[in-house]
């Protein structure tokens, strides 16, 4: 019994953990100036409003402080059933943005 609570606390300090400070990363729509650094490119598929913190997330796996958003691309997509008669569906968003690390005075650093 033990054994699984210090398994659960490890694996919650480490989940907790995994996304420190990505209320600190800033989206920008190009690189802000030729110092940063570029980490890494992923696209996401959730709509629009969870992309953007999504992105932010993930830019601080790779030491990234800035998300640079490269394209944007809403899709409103509808179904219906000929068999229940239901509408299914919504509106979709795919961005892809770039993760990078820069130096700056826009940056802010966590205290």
Known sequence: MKSRV??????????GCAY???Q???IENQVPNKS????MQEACSLPTNKCMDWH????TIYSANTVVITSS???KNFSSSAWTGRV???ENSSTVAEYYYCNGVKNINPS
Request: charged share 25%; proline share 0%.
């Open 36 to 39: 940063c650094v570029y980490k």
């Open 73 to 75: 691309e809403n899709q």
């Open 88 to 90: 299914s569906g919504g």
């Open 56 to 59: 932010k997330k993930r830019a």
């Open 24 to 26: 600190y990363v800033r």
């Open 6 to 15: 210090i398994v659960i606390a490890i694996c919650m300090s480490l989940f």
């Open 20 to 22: 420190k400070n990505w």
